[in-house]
């Protein structure tokens, strides 16, 4: 088996490898030939820490895996590591046997960027000009940066809960020489393009935020309870998602789904749209949302990606196992 360590991974990965990565899984999850198994997520009563999996297969990419890990929240504070701790295993989808061992930490931030990258490609203005962010925190970071490569952005815009942590994504901006301007949320209604990636429980982005013609990526929405944007928004819009069983019961579509303000069918595969089975935006006034939950075979796809970068550069340790 391979080892790809966590500290290898930012020099191998690339925006545009994870890019396609998870645009041909995605796709391939539509066409039916990719599929997520139940996600297991579990509070273990120690060290307050949430543990689960997320694994599938992919017949087409013939990637078989799993990613463990979760949530510790001691310790960034208690031992100087990061709260979010996974780790993706590959398997031989022929025998069985374990292929891979690929740290999930870096992997995790590219991936789910990549989702949003892959929505606005496919469902954003071909004219869009202004970026909003609402959120600023670690992943708000890597959303920013290849978001900015889908369109010709000419100025960002953002808004964060705690107004001190936006030198974050003005930062990006800078790097990515675009003008960023700070505003409140009010403000959104000159964006094109939309990021939502926060952990809150309670909707900060209202319906009427958001202007006809937005495209919308909710991320932040991976759990029961959590809540970017008020459900008449999506009401309103055309909804796609990664995987429709997670986007109506963890993603942001649960609470439109719940109040019966959407039915289940009304939300659709992103991997349809990518594979040409769903026109996707119909109209230049139509708001299109993406409702990024996050599914396994994207870790998968994206971890196979490495193991083959890593054995090319010649970093990968092989292990006799
Ligand atoms: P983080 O802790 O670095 O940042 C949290 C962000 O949420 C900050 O911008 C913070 O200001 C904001 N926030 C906190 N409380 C808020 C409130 N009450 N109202 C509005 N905003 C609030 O976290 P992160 O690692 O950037 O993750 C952000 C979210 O993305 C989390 O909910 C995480 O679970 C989710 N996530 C989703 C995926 C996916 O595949 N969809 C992948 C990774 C993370």
Avoid at 2 to 13: A, F, G
């Amino acid at each position: 088996m391979h080892i790809v360590p966590e500290r290898d991974i930012p020099d191998l990965l690339t925006r545009e490898a994870s890019f396609d990565a998870v645009e041909n899984v995605f796709a391939a999850m539509a066409a039916g030939d990719a599929y997520n198994f139940p996600v297991v997520r579990e509070a273990i009563g120690h060290e307050d820490a949430l543990y689960g999996f997320k694994g599938g297969f992919d017949g087409k990419g013939m990637v078989l895996g799993l990613k463990a890990g979760g949530y510790w929240p001691n310790n960034l504070e208690k031992r100087q590591l990061i709260n979010h701790q996974s780790t993706v295993f590959l398997f031989d989808p022929d025998t069985g046997k374990v292929a891979a061992m690929v740290g999930g930490n870096y992997l995790t931030a590219l991936r789910t960027a990549a989702a949003s990258s892959v929505s606005i490609k496919h469902l954003a203005r071909k004219d869009a000009k202004v970026m909003g962010m609402v959120g600023a925190g670690h992943q708000a970071t890597f959303q920013l940066r290849a978001a900015l490569e889908q369109r010709e952005f000419e100025k960002v815009i953002g808004w964060n809960y705690h107004p001190d942590m936006l030198p974050n994504i003005a930062n990006v901006a800078q790097e990515a020489g675009v003008p960023f301007e700070a505003v409140p949320l009010e403000r959104m209604v000159e964006a094109d393009v939309v990021i939502s990636i926060t952990s809150t429980f309670a909707p900060s982005i209202m319906a009427d935020h958001i202007a006809p013609g937005t495209h919308l990526a909710c991320m932040g929405t991976d759990t029961k309870g959590k809540q970017e944007v008020e459900a008449a928004l999506l009401a309103r819009a055309t909804v796609f998602t990664d995987e429709v069983a997670q986007s109506v019961s963890i993603g942001e579509a649960q609470h439109a789904v719940g109040a019966g303000m959407i039915a289940q069918s009304d939300v659709h595969q992103i991997g349809a749209v990518i594979n040409g089975a769903h026109p996707g935006r119909t109209s230049d006034d139509e708001i299109t949302i993406f409702d990024g939950t996050g599914v396994g075979l994207q870790d998968l796809a994206v971890a196979a990606r490495i193991v083959d970068m890593a054995i090319k550069a010649g970093t990968a340790i092989e292990v006799d196992f």
